[in-house]
């Protein structure tokens, strides 16, 4: 990663705080916003237009640490039975809206001129080629309309911002407050996740952007 401006969203998170405390040891000028910390709203444009828009200069990376499994109360919907068109919105607004809103108000913090990194946190189960299981829709829904908007953005930022890298990454399953909930599961700590982020994006050129890839920089279908 480049060692002069980063941009985490979402920094009061598990993987957004590993992730500034990972850049910081790096020699990362890291600046952080969220909800707690900085009253972001994601969701909300306004708050959006007015956070990013305090920040002043360019950034050689802008990282959305941003995302909530099921917002509100409850586990994902197992059966289509399940759905709830309020929660359903409620997840698109999280995990899809947000991540617009910020491309959209963040664009002018992108140098033209050098490689800059755009990356959003998204999840393998939002990759419809890899959906074997079923469930989950409006998390894995919402993902995949983020996976859309991440591509989307790199088509346009190419146009405008040549050395742009804009993705979305998986970060494998985090012991987080996200993932509480699912104690079976085989986990990795937020540090050690952050690092393995980083690593990935350190091996990414212009050529990638666009991509899908997990934590370990192999390509996920979309």
Same mark, same amino acid.
């Given at each position: 990663?480049?060692?002069?401006?980063?941009?985490?969203?979402?920094?009061?998170?598990?993987?957004?705080?590993?992730?500034?405390?990972?850049?910081?040891?790096?020699?990362?000028?890291?600046?952080?916003?969220?909800? =707690?910390?900085?009253?972001?709203?994601?969701?909300?444009?306004?708050?959006?237009? =007015?956070?990013?828009?305090?920040?002043?200069?360019?950034?050689?990376?802008?990282?959305?640490?941003?995302?909530?499994?099921?917002?509100?109360?409850? =586990?994902?919907?197992?059966?289509?039975?399940?759905?709830?068109?309020?929660?359903?919105?409620?997840?698109?607004?999280?995990?899809?809206?947000?991540?617009?809103?910020?491309?959209?108000?963040?664009?002018?913090?992108?140098?033209?001129?050098?490689?800059?990194?755009?990356?959003?946190?998204?999840? =393998?189960?939002?990759?419809?080629?890899?959906?074997?299981?079923?469930?989950?829709?409006?998390?894995?829904?919402?993902?995949?309309?983020?996976?859309?908007?991440?591509?989307?953005?790199?088509?346009?930022?190419?146009?405008?911002?040549?050395?742009?890298?804009?993705?979305?990454?998986?970060?494998?399953?985090?012991?987080?407050?996200?993932?509480?909930?699912?104690?079976?599961?085989?986990k990795t700590t937020p540090d050690d996740a952050a690092a393995r982020l980083l690593d990935v994006l350190d091996?990414?050129?212009?050529?990638?952007?666009?991509?899908?890839?997990?934590?370990?920089?192999?390509?996920?279908?979309?």
């Open positions: 990663m480049p060692t002069d401006r980063t941009l985490v969203i979402g920094a009061s998170g598990g993987i957004g705080g590993a992730l500034m405390a990972a850049l910081r040891q790096r020699g990362s000028d890291a600046t952080g916003l969220s909800r =707690r910390d900085d009253g972001l709203e994601i969701t909300d444009e306004a708050s959006v237009a =007015r956070c990013l828009g305090a920040l002043e200069g360019t950034f050689d990376a802008i990282l959305l640490a941003t995302g909530a499994l099921s917002p509100g109360a409850g =586990r994902p919907e197992k059966s289509l039975a399940e759905m709830d068109a309020e929660r359903l919105a409620q997840s698109y607004a999280v995990n899809a809206i947000g991540p617009a809103l910020v491309l959209k108000h963040g664009l002018r913090l992108l140098p033209r001129e050098r490689r800059t990194v755009v990356a959003a946190l998204s999840a =393998r189960v939002g990759s419809i080629g890899d959906n074997r299981l079923g469930g989950w829709h409006s998390y894995r829904a919402s993902k995949a309309a983020l996976n859309q908007i991440v591509h989307g953005a790199a088509i346009e930022l190419r146009r405008t911002h040549p050395y742009a890298i804009c993705v979305a990454l998986h970060p494998g399953t985090v012991a987080t407050d996200f993932t509480a909930a699912y104690p079976d599961h085989d091996g990414l050129s212009a050529k990638d952007t666009g991509g899908f890839y997990d934590y370990a920089g192999r390509p996920i279908p979309w």
